[in-house]
């Protein structure tokens, strides 16, 4: 019979004999691991299940169950710990590996047959129809990954994959008239309506929990970080085959741009999903670093946009470019403050890079603010077009959540709330992005006549 508290009592006394920590910290250590306990038996699973896993995602979990298997000698502690000797854990890795391999080259080939049946490049309506199809050539794969690697039901397998199929159906069946904007907003928005999708991929049955849904989007930074470094490096792989065999009077480009380049980026976003699932204590350790690095950088840089936007006298009013940049702008805002909050102690008192990623909030919020009636002026204006309309939509969903975030910080700096509150409401929000994704991708064609 597994005791729950005799094994959370023998952990806090184990990292009690390394010496290494304080006894508040010890305390800290073990709330975070209650915490974590308390999430995943309430998505089902058992108590010995949970502890195992929220032993493992606590801190530098390599390096503690390496030294608290050789004092401990139950084969509880042996089967619970993280150990490149372990033959379990090798053949999962290996046969991992191997769903990367193939869920890679099954993505680059989706990739492929749009190429092999038109000419994308000759063809503006053709390279339209491809650029809405992108996300359903990856996504799906990344998806079946983690339903296969987290042995997920049938029914739970069949209804996600199945919502992949029927948007693939939706959006191939629509028909598209000039100017096309409608094609290109399905393009832009499906994508971020099925990385949620896969997100419950992710999550399985703890896709309710909010603190299961944060380490959704830690994840989703860091599987962004991570891709982007392998992609540039299969760039610079591309690119040295191309010099060298230029050495030998061989041309690759045609094989470099079509085939090594699709097959390559499929298999950066796969390798990734891989590696931050693999290293997730380093990962984890990782991301806080990251996050005290750019939110200071993004700060600066909007703070001298602003002026050099008052300085100059340009405005949103009259350039519809300088408003598509101000809404690029805010969503990489949005990003790195939610990846700010994902790489938070929920323990931990207000610091500085929290006064930090409040003023980002706050200076966001101004220039969405100054971008919302640049918006309804356009709109006034030179009429209504399905471009101007997911703007604004855009606009008040981004003002709404840096709000309601801007509101809970302040209450949290005055010790009225807890921080988790504010994972709680960055966490539920996510719906309403799943919401306009899915109204802009499928209601707004047939609204605006599919042009």
């Known amino acids: 019979m597994f ?12 990292l009690r004999a390394s010496g290494k920590l304080k006894e508040n910290d010890i305390t800290e250590l073990e709330s975070h691991l209650r915490d974590e306990i308390d999430d995943l038996t309430g998505s089902g699973l058992t108590q010995e299940e949970a502890f195992i896993i929220s032993v493992k995602r606590l801190g530098n979990v390599n390096a503690i169950s390496r030294e608290y298997s050789k004092i401990n000698m139950t084969s509880f502690w042996k089967n619970m710990l993280i150990d490149s000797s372990d033959r379990d854990l090798k053949r999962k890795s290996h046969r991992n590996l191997a769903w990367i391999v193939v ?7 989706l990739a492929k047959i749009p190429e092999w049946s038109v000419s994308l490049f000759q063809n503006p309506d053709s390279f339209l129809l491809y650029f809405k199809n992108l996300s359903l050539f990856l996504f799906p794969m990344v998806a079946l990954y983690f339903l296969l690697t987290r042995k997920s ?64 989007l830690r994840f989703t930074g860091e599987f962004v970080i991570y ?20 050495t030998i009077k061989i041309d690759l480009s045609f094989f470099t741009a079509h085939y090594f380049l699709v097959y390559g980026g ?18 984890e350790n990782f991301a806080p670093v990251l996050a005290k690095i750019f939110s200071p950088l993004f700060f ?57 990623n409040f003023a980002l909030i706050i200076m966001a919020l101004i220039i969405n603010s100054v971008a919302l009636s640049a918006i309804v002026y356009r709109l006034s204006a ?70």
């Open 153 to 216: 039901g049938w029914k739970y397998t069949v209804s996600t994959m199945g919502f992949f199929c029927l948007s693939a159906v939706i959006v191939n069946l629509y028909p598209s008239y000039s100017p096309g904007n409608t094609v290109l907003l399905t393009g832009i928005h499906l994508p971020i309506l099925l990385w949620l999708i896969v997100g419950i991929a992710y999550l399985g049955r703890g896709w309710r929990s909010s603190k299961q849904r944060m380490d959704f």
């Open 103 to 109: 869920f890679s080259l099954l993505a680059g080939t």
């Open 300 to 356: 600066v840089s909007m703070a001298a946009f602003s002026v050099a936007m008052f300085v100059t006298g340009k405005s949103p009013y009259d350039e519809r470019n300088f408003l598509i940049g101000f809404d690029l702008m805010l969503a990489a805002v949005l990003g790195l403050v939610l990846y700010v909050i994902s790489a938070r102690g929920l323990h931990d008192a207000p610091n500085f890079f929290d006064f930090m």
């Open 3 to 14: 005791d729950l508290e005799s094994n959370i009592r023998s952990w806090s006394n184990h």
């Open 266 to 283: 499929c298999a950066a976003a796969m390798i990734a999903v891989y590696l931050v699932e693999a290293k997730k204590s380093i990962v």
């Open 227 to 246: 891709g982007g470094l392998i992609l540039c490096g299969i760039l610079a792989l591309g690119l040295f085959l191309e010099i060298i065999f230029q």
């Open 382 to 451: 030179f009429g209504v077009s399905p471009n101007k309309v997911a703007a604004l939509g855009e606009n008040l969903v981004l003002m709404v959540n840096l709000g309601g975030l801007a509101v809970l910080y302040f209450q949290f700096f005055r010790k009225k709330i807890e921080f988790s509150l504010l994972e709680k409401w960055q966490t539920a929000y996510l719906g309403v992005y799943a919401v306009w994704a899915a109204v802009v991708s499928f209601a707004f064609p047939p609204i605006f006549h599919f042009c």
